[in-house]
């Protein structure tokens, strides 16, 4: 099995709606004792409450990784936020498990009409501090992931898209496997990595590799293309 960023993708989870986060559950919280109520003149002054510790994380700013069109008639078909209570994801290096800390993030599928899902990314929110470092350590567990198939090869030719580092490998066989290609794009600016996986539906729009690598060049672009439109639009308006 190919060896996802952060652990194995079984195939029925790649197939379905893709979600790596939902097996977590959230934990309610904790009402306070009850106690006696204070007098008035005790009462301190009205304050806004702090959230629960497990409260939803709601960055508005990822929004626009889910709301692209595509030329080609490809969708989103779904999308799915990160349980409230994964705050770290586990990277591999040399047999060695590190935790990468998380600020929130999605699983984003995509599919063409009436079909099934042709993509999926997982989108993350790191924090600024120690970016550099954690960059480090999610380009090490790819590299890992590389050197631990021997069933998949090392994608070279992406420059950078969008102002995205591009880092990509591919199986050498699209007759099997679940997951085709794992694509990682990491955004200085904003702090995220995208890792997008590319499935292997059993009906498939394209027949040779050559097919595949052309529709995969074609989402990337075209996908990097309108997250950066989304991010100016909400930055400066809609210059129409």
């Known amino acids: 099995m190919l060896r996802t960023l952060g652990g194995a993708l079984p195939a029925t989870l790649l197939l379905c709606s893709v979600t790596a986060f939902a097996q977590a559950k959230r934990a309610p919280a904790s009402a306070p004792p009850a106690g006696p109520a204070p007098s008035a003149a005790a009462a301190p002054a009205p304050s806004a409450a702090a959230p629960p510790a497990n409260a939803p994380r709601n960055h508005a700013e990822l929004k626009v990784y889910s709301s692209c069109e595509f030329p080609d008639g490809l969708q989103v078909t779904g ?5 409230d209570d994964v705050h770290e994801r586990p990277v591999q290096i040399h047999g ?18 009436g079909e099934q899902p042709y993509a999926s990314i997982k989108l993350e929110l790191l924090p600024a501090t120690d970016w550099v470092e954690n960059r480090k350590l999610l380009l090490a567990d790819f590299d890992d ?31 099997s496997g679940t997951t085709l290609g794992i ?58």
């Open 79 to 83: 999308v799915e936020p990160m349980p």
């Open 183 to 240: 694509y990682m794009l990491m955004d200085d600016r904003t702090h995220t990595v995208l890792t997008a996986y590319f499935l292997n539906p059993s009906a498939k729009k394209f027949k040779s590799p050559e097919e595949y690598g052309r529709m995969r060049d074609t989402f990337l672009y075209n996908y990097t293309h309108c997250v950066r439109s989304n991010q100016n639009t909400a930055l400066f308006g809609n210059s129409k």
């Open 145 to 175: 992931i590389v050197a631990s198939d021997k069933n998949v090869t090392r994608s070279s030719a992406h420059a950078p898209l969008s102002g995205f580092a591009v880092n990509g490998l591919d199986r050498t066989s699209l007759t």
């Open 96 to 113: 060695v498990t590190k935790q990468v800390p998380l600020l929130d993030g999605r699983r984003i599928t995509f599919a063409y009409p």
